[in-house]
């Protein structure tokens, strides 16, 4: 129980690093969180016109879940992954570092899913893709890769903590999106690379 809930503690540690931030303010563009949506996210860092930056977020982003999940399962098999991905997911939602006031989750949510169930993340991004092309909207995208991925994980049967890793994943980065639904359901849903 000791090792799981400082498995919990180091992925919450890693998901914790606000990447988006750090990166932008490296690169001389000030505080994120004062651009565009507010968010720390990729989405937002490309709101700042520079797409290197983003994906550079993106992919930070991504390595810091699947780090979180692999050293969990090194250390102590599902439990371990189940322990530390969910700790990613948590960090990035809710860094400590910055009141926490975080991230949605999205590429945090991905790293977490590749490393722990390879094909339901690839689904999931195949998904959003595919909505991304369709509506232009990042949060759309997000909330059909949501819906996506634990279906997938059933249909492929995984076990039950990778499972419940998927399902949990994909409620808490849903629930991030409660204003995105709003718009979406209101007509008023900023399309890719645009508005807040």
Request: proline share 3%; glycine share 16%; with cysteine.
């Amino acid at each position: 129980m000791i090792v799981l809930i400082s498995l919990g503690v180091l992925g919450y540690l890693l998901g914790s690093i606000p990447f988006g931030l750090v990166l932008t303010r490296l690169a001389g563009l000030g505080d994120i969180r004062k651009i565009g949506s507010g968010n720390i996210g990729a989405t937002n860092v490309l709101r700042t016109g520079r797409k290197g930056l983003a994906a550079a977020t993106l992919l930070a982003d991504a390595a810091k879940g699947a780090a979180a999940v692999l050293i969990g399962i090194w250390l102590a098999g599902q439990g371990g992954m189940l322990a530390a991905g969910l700790g990613a997911i948590l960090g990035h939602l809710f860094p400590v570092w910055l009141g926490f006031k975080g991230g949605k989750g999205v590429a945090t949510g991905f790293g977490v899913l590749l490393a722990a169930a390879p094909l339901a993340a690839l689904g999931g991004v195949l998904v959003w893709l595919t909505m991304a092309l369709i509506t232009r909207m990042s949060s759309a995208s997000a909330l059909a890769a949501c819906v996506a991925a634990p279906v997938i994980a059933a249909l492929l049967g995984t076990s039950r903590p990778v499972e419940v890793l998927v399902i949990v994943t994909a409620v808490l980065i849903a629930s991030r999106h409660h204003a995105n639904i709003r718009r979406l359901l209101a007509g008023t849903e900023p399309r890719i690379g645009r508005g807040s």
